[in-house]
């Protein structure tokens, strides 16, 4: 069993701007909502597609904007290593001993980076593509943004349209395909400003 903590928005009703009112930019709905995450658990399986190989890892993070734990939970021989995101630099750690593993860039993009990367692209990325798509049987919003300086990453997310859960991502640099995330587990446990009324957090999801 699968749970996932989602927001319950009324995304629907400003998708079809039903009502009198002026319809509302669901892009910019949603990056409210995750501009106001404090703290949230996510856990993801991430393949990871280099030159000559492809690795699989399953990674639990602990977010917050300022600084991130991540969490390797497979494969099984390198399970219980962490490590910390803070900017740009990483700390690894196993069994209390850490080692600063410096930082990384555009060039070298880090898997343990990865969550932390797609939720402050949710919540503070510059859009440069949108559409709807479906994935399985869910609408879903497909949003691409860049960070910053990261003209060479792109990350894309589809939400689903009704919950704004993050079903599935891709991190891109310099138009290849590095990361590919499957959300399994999305709970926000601390809001550091009250969410939008109509946006409000729901109750917990159980997915098979």
Known sequence: MRKAML????????????????????????????????AATMEADVTCSYENEVREYTLLCAYTP???TVTVLSPASLSGISATVE???????????S??????????????????????AAAEGYPTEQSR????????????????????????TWFDE????????????????????AWSRFEVTEYVAEPAEELQLSAELTKE
């Open 162 to 181: 009704e919950t704004l859960l993050p079903l599935q991502s891709e991190i891109s640099v310099e138009g290849k395909t590095v990361f590919a995330v």
């Open 7 to 38: 927001f319950a928005p009324m995304l629907m009703l400003l998708l079809t701007a039903c009502g009198g009112g002026p319809e509302k930019d669901p892009v910019e709905e949603l990056q409210r909502q995750y501009a106001v995450v404090g």
């Open 99 to 120: 080692l600063d593993a410096g930082s990384y860039t555009a060039d070298a993009v880090s898997p343990v980076a990865a969550l932390p990367g797609l939720m402050k």
């Open 87 to 97: 900017g740009e630099e990483l700390t690894l750690s196993y069994e209390d001993i």
């Open 133 to 156: 798509e479906m994935v399985g049987e869910r609408s879903c919003l497909r949003l691409a943004c860049y960070l910053g300086d990261e003209a060479d990453i792109l990350y894309t």
């Open 66 to 68: 300022q600084s991130s």
